[in-house]
């Protein structure tokens, strides 16, 4: 009978108590099932997926290396936070895309889909740019918290009521 190895997770503060809450393997099933869905969608189709940074990396990695066809990269960052540790509700950019998007089929891929102020700022930004289509893709989306329209086209996890870190 082989025994359960169990990962040690660091809290990020002294008596901080963490919690998987979702298993890496069921994470990484659920970006192939993502992938897949949005190969299909666009098949035949070049894809442009733009991070939000920083939280998006490995999400976007893991995404772009389980789809299959042509996929580019690019990076956006913003900030909604200032020096505080929650949205201040005015969303700024901070880094610009290094490409043109027009006339792409692009894919905004963000971590957590909360509020929706961060994407509500960039689809504005985006869709000034014309591109082909415009989708987003979120790993973590809480409805709950939602203060604008703002739908994913693509879902990892929906959560709710969840205070603890997620790892």
Do not use: C, W
């Amino acid at each position: 009978m082989a025994s359960r190895r169990r990962k040690v997770l660091t809290a990020a503060h002294p008596g901080e108590k963490v919690r998987v809450l979702i298993s890496s393997s069921r994470i990484q099933k659920r970006i192939k099932e993502l992938s897949r869905q949005i190969a299909k969608d666009f098949e035949g189709e070049p894809l442009h997926l733009v991070g939000v940074l920083k939280g998006s990396v490995f999400f976007l990695s893991d995404l772009a290396r389980n789809i299959s066809g042509q996929v580019s990269i690019d990076f956006i960052a913003v900030s909604s936070y200032g020096k505080e540790t929650h949205s201040s509700g005015q969303v700024r950019l901070t880094r610009d895309l290094d490409a043109s998007i027009e006339g792409k089929t692009v894919i905004v891929v963000e971590d957590i889909l909360d509020t929706g102020m961060t994407l509500q700022y960039l689809l504005r930004i985006f869709e000034q740019r014309k591109p082909k289509h415009l989708r987003i893709a979120a790993l973590l989306d809480k409805p709950e918290r939602r203060i604008t329209a703002v739908q994913a086209d693509y879902v990892g996890f929906t959560i709710g009521g969840i205070r603890s870190r997620l790892f």
